[in-house]
């Protein structure tokens, strides 16, 4: 089942660093190893380079998916006739830049302390936004001399509901009952399959009648479905099915509070900040449901 949300990490700092109200960005119009030409740019000549911190550019997404998407730069000088950001000559873009690239400018914001705050929004709310997982690649049957009848399950799953063996040709056609198979709970939960009694067993059948496409066949893979906390996100691309509402509001109060104790920041501005992002993550957190869970799901971990 599709989850309402589909937002990229790129996107979900994005939200973020606007929120907190540290962030330009524009398209490309050409560029160099040492250049972003954009001539939208409406900032005084110098003034990337005299903010405190001294501003740095990222380009955020390149027309063809390749480098220099993702490289951030510092920035040494802005020329408003151009419209030309230059780097620091210390580092320059791995390629340059091209028309249609985009790019974003932050000073006291970093594009890896955005997305902290963003994982950090998103382990906040990881037991209360479970989302549907699919897993068809951990599990290989073991039956050979001495089969094998427990399996660790991945660490994502919290619930499971079905479980399936791919057939001959790969496909899950049949699900396993869920009376032939239980939780061990532990450090590392296990799947349990019963054991179906050797004098019942007929070719072609394991464990019951109704698993008819079931016999537990060496190398097959299960398919596992259920319910699973929300994964970190690592690269820019990654997925989260959260809120995006909640995640910028409460990234933003993180990266506030952050800035609270640090003696180079108005310690007052930065607590009513984080105390209004706060609530509003509160407001959108109460709104958080995980999917309602099909009969017969079983708890994987507490």
């Not at 057939?167 to 056609?173: A, E, H, L, P, V």
């Not at 019951?208 to 691309?237: F, H, I, Q, T, Y």
């Not at 995006?244 to 104790?261: D, E, G, N, S, W």
């Amino acid at each position: 089942m599709a989850s309402a949300y589909n937002n990229t990490l790129a996107e979900l700092i994005e939200m973020t660093a606007r929120l907190y109200g540290d962030w330009k960005s524009g398209t490309v119009d050409s560029g160099s190893t040492s250049t972003v030409v954009d001539d939208e740019r409406e900032e005084p000549d110098d003034y990337f380079q005299n903010t405190t911190p001294v501003s740095k550019v990222r380009i955020v997404s390149t027309t063809d998916g390749a480098a220099p998407q993702g490289e951030t730069r510092a920035i040494s000088d802005f020329t408003l006739s151009t419209g030309t950001i230059t780097i620091s000559t210390d580092k320059l873009f791995s390629v340059a830049p091209g028309a249609g690239d985009t790019y974003a400018v932050m000073s006291d914001l970093s594009w890896d302390e955005c997305k902290w705050a963003v994982n950090g929004a998103i382990q906040m709310v990881a037991k209360d936004a479970l989302e549907w997982l699919v897993d068809e690649t951990t599990i290989t049957l073991q039956n050979d001399t001495y089969a094998t009848y427990e399996y660790a399950l991945p660490s994502s799953f919290v619930w499971l509901f079905r479980v399936g063996q791919a057939n001959d040709d790969g496909n899950f056609i049949y699900s396993i009952p869920p009376d032939q198979y239980r939780i061990v709970k532990g450090s590392i939960p296990l799947l349990h399959l019963s054991r179906f009694p050797v004098t019942q067993m007929f070719p072609g059948i394991w464990a019951g009648d109704l698993w008819v496409a079931g016999s537990l066949s060496d190398g097959k893979k299960l398919r596992l479905e259920g319910l699973g906390m929300p994964s970190k996100l690592a690269n820019d691309a990654d997925i989260s099915s959260v809120s995006p509402t909640f995640i910028m509001f409460q990234a933003a109060a993180l990266l506030h509070r952050k800035r609270i104790a640090d003696p180079r920041y108005d310690s007052d501005y930065h607590k009513a900040r984080a105390d209004d992002c706060d609530k509003l993550a509160n407001i959108e957190r109460a709104r958080i449901e995980s999917p309602q869970l099909p009969p017969n799901a079983k708890k994987v971990r507490d």
